[in-house]
């Protein structure tokens, strides 16, 4: 059984495996860099070790300073949380051969996920259906014109590794093809350090949804449903929603199965989200997270089941405390990124918070790690806090987000609440009648 945990992550994230560790009686260290010392987590950590300075790459992403870390303090196993590490294989690897858990995946698994080709090649042998595209990379732009005169424009660009946006681009036409092929191999290769590209076909209006699953070491794969992560903007999710209003029981049932069956295929443990494209009645694989989700709060509202329990259950070698049957949704759960930026531009507002105080009541849940008086330093994501509203329905839910943003209030920085607060009356919105497209055309973006 793990004993103590050492969380290689920051933020609320941190504290929200600190939590659930405490509540299974199980020892904490929080990691920190040197601009994280008044961290919450660091202040309420049983143990706490700094691993470098501000810089991510000297602190968060030190593979040598976490291990260290761990050997200091005895922590038998480690959570990653989500960014960082948590979809480094070698991570996972050095770790194992150190005789030091890793709540999560098998390397294998991050490794087979994490390189989107093969992760496409997988699902498609899975039996996962797939967005219609090339078969593996695409290194010329003459095979890119190729494909784009037969798929039909317009078409993705996108960069094999990696994720959140960079290395993808649209090219509506074949004009647009020799740019958004060099632009996207160039901002992969700054980003990932792989210029590997592959193309898809663009769909015009679909939705984003990702189904969450859950599997042991003992042949168990559960689905919890899905979440609509459609709000975006370039291709960073805002704002997530559960159950999503566009599927129905039955649709759920089928692409859960078709999930779940693919991970007991796959052999996979922990959890995980697998994410889709869906259009005119059908889904679209477009890659798998091996790990926590930012959103994974409005699943554990509307199922009532702990997933980061889960994980450290899993990781533990134990069955998962639920079976497929167990798992019913119950109202309507809504998310939204409160992020230290200004609310038009984007620009992120590091700076001291003055004044904070989260909202409350019933079905009102605030994952922050940040107080009055704490800095939000510039080196790191810009995400403030997520407020989570549950409801028994969606127009329960919005207006108790309604409520709760009017009761929240934060100074000293700029925040992305006014953007909530513009989003709550608008008439698509309320209708939840919106695509992966919708918010930029909404925010007049280009």
Known sequence: MIQKVLIANRGEIALRIHRACKEMGIATVAVHSEADRDAMAVRLADESVCIGPASASKSYLSIPAIVAACEITGADAVHPGYGFLSENAKFVDILDEHNIGFIGPTADHIRIMGDKIAAKAKAIELGIPVVPGSDGEVKTVEDALILGRTMGFPVLVKAASGGGGRGMKIATSEDDLAEAFTTARTEAKAAFGDDAVYIEKYLKKPRHIEIQVACDTHGNAVHLGERDCSLQ????????????????????????????????????????????????????????????????????????????????????????????????????????????????????????????????????????????????????????????????????????????????????????????????????????????????KFLGMK
Request: proline residues 4%; contains cysteine.
């Open 233 to 440: 903007r370039r291709h960073q999710k805002v704002l997530e929603e559960a159950p999503s209003t566009v599927l129905d029981e039955k649709a759920r049932a089928a692409i859960g199965k078709i999930c779940t069956d693919a991970m007991k295929g796959l052999g996979y443990r922990g959890v995980g989200t697998v994410e889709f494209l869906y259009e005119n009645g059908e889904f679209y694989f477009i890659e798998m997270n091996t790990r926590l989700q930012v959103e994974h709060p409005v699943t554990e509202a509307i199922t009532g089941i702990d997933l980061v329990r889960e994980q450290i259950r899993v990781a533990q070698g134990e069955k998962l405390s639920f079976t497929q049957d167990d798992v019913t949704l119950s109202g309507h759960a809504i998310e939204c990124r409160i992020n230290a930026e200004n609310a038009e531009t984007f620009t992120p507002s590091p700076g001291t918070i003055q004044t904070y105080h989260a909202p409350g009541g019933l079905g009102v849940r605030m994952d922050s790690a940040v107080y009055s008086g704490y800095t939000i330093p510039p080196h790191y994501d810009s995400l403030i806090g997520k407020l989570i509203i549950h409801a028994d329905d969606r127009e329960a839910c919005l207006m108790r987000l309604h409520r709760a943003l009017g009761e929240f209030a934060i100074d000293g920085v700029e925040t992305t609440i006014p953007l909530f607060e513009k989003l709550l009356p608008n008439e698509d919105f309320r209708a939840a009648d919106y695509d992966i497209h919708w918010l930029e």
